[in-house]
């Protein structure tokens, strides 16, 4: 009676751990990063604030290419950016627009990371500059996606990502006038 018990607990406990371990996996397979292994080397490798900005509204741009089809396998200018951006992403619409969120989102933390750091930063509103005139074209392109969109996970990128848009156009009408360089005669 007690080898009976013991086998059914052992059992017991092994298909709770087969069990759990199938969701586990099936968990982690579906993670993917929001940029491309080369994207992600190109951020690394850009310490400056305002050019790891710029790595991120490429990252961004490379995505819309994607979703609107623009870019032919054939195109050259896609295949020289290949030598240094890796590969187009690939994905399915939905995973393409989550990645423009996240990327929007990581973009806005690495500005609020230098603002809280370093508030008299001179890079910090160029990044800015940057990702908000990048964000005025994003919001065009979002809200056509948006209208052709049947999901609520797509729809739900959308409209984060649309927000992360708006932050960055609001905080760039509250910085002071840039100057403009003279040059030297």
Not at 99 to 115: P, T
Request: proline share 2%; with cysteine.
């Amino acid at each position: 009676m007690k080898n009976n018990n013991f086998r059914f607990a052992f059992f017991a406990v092994a298909a709770i751990f087969c069990i759990a371990s199938f969701f586990s996996f099936s968990a982690n397979s579906q993670r993917r990063d929001h940029l491309t292994e080369a994207e992600g080397e190109l951020v690394r490798e850009a310490q400056e604030l305002d050019r790891r900005t710029e790595v991120f509204v490429k990252a961004v741009e490379r995505r819309f290419l994607v979703l609107n089809n623009a870019a032919q396998p054939d195109d050259k200018k896609v295949k020289k950016e290949a030598e240094k951006w890796g590969e187009l992403p690939k994905g399915t619409r939905g995973q393409l627009l989550l990645d423009i969120e996240k990327i929007l989102q990581e973009a806005v933390d690495n500005i609020d990371n230098v603002a809280e750091r370093d508030a008299k930063s001179e890079l910090l509103p160029n990044a800015v500059r940057i990702l908000s005139a990048a964000s005025q074209k994003f919001l065009l392109q979002l809200k056509a996606q948006l209208d052709k969109t049947n999901t609520e996970i797509e729809r739900g990128a959308i409209l984060g990502a649309i927000d992360y848009c708006n932050q960055v156009i609001e905080a760039s009408a509250k910085l002071p006038k840039e100057e403009k360089k003279k040059k030297k005669s």
